[in-house]
C-alpha cells in the first residue's frame, strides 16, 4: 500500500518560517517526482514547487525566493522550507508523488498552514 504523510504545518505569524515534511512508502521513491501543492478556502489546488528523481526544480511565481523543496531519497522524504510567509500562503498543504513512465500518481492528506498578520 502507497502511503504519503505530510508533517509540519501549523500557525505562524507574518515573516516567519515552517518546514513541512512529506514521508512516503510503499512506492520506489527515487523513481518518483515529488511535489507540494496547496488549497485554499474555496479555491482551486495550484502547483507550489516540484522536484524531479534528478534533483530539477520548479517553483510557483508566488514563492519563488522564499521556498526550497528538496528530497532525501535515503529517508523517503521530501521537504518544503517555507520561509518570509504571507497570509495569503495560508493554505493547507499536501504532497504529491508522481511517475511519468507507469502514470502512477499519489497524494497525501494534507496538511494545514496558518500565517497570521
Known amino acids: 500500500q502507497v502511503q504519503l504523510v505530510e508533517s509540519g504545518g501549523g500557525l505562524v505569524q507574518s515573516g516567519g518560517s515552517l518546514r513541512l515534511s512529506c514521508a512516503a512508502s510503499?512506492?520506489?521513491?527515487?523513481?518518483?517526482?515529488m511535489g507540494w501543492y496547496r488549497q485554499a478556502p474555496g479555491k482551486q489546488r495550484e502547483l507550489v514547487a516540484t522536484?524531479?528523481?534528478?534533483?530539477?526544480?520548479n517553483y510557483a511565481d508566488s514563492v519563488k525566493g522564499r521556498f526550497i523543496i528538496s528530497r532525501d531519497n535515503a529517508k523517503n522524504t521530501v521537504l518544503l522550507q517555507m520561509n518570509s510567509l504571507k497570509p495569503e500562503d495560508t493554505a493547507a498543504y499536501y504532497c504529491?508523488?508522481?511517475?511519468?513512465?507507469?502514470?502512477?500518481?499519489?497524494w497525501g492528506q494534507g496538511t494545514q498552514v496558518t500565517v497570521s498578520s
Open positions: 510503499g512506492i520506489t521513491f527515487r523513481w518518483y517526482a
Open positions: 504529491n508523488a508522481d511517475r511519468a513512465s507507469t502514470n502512477a500518481r499519489y
Open positions: 522536484i524531479t528523481s534528478g534533483y530539477s526544480t
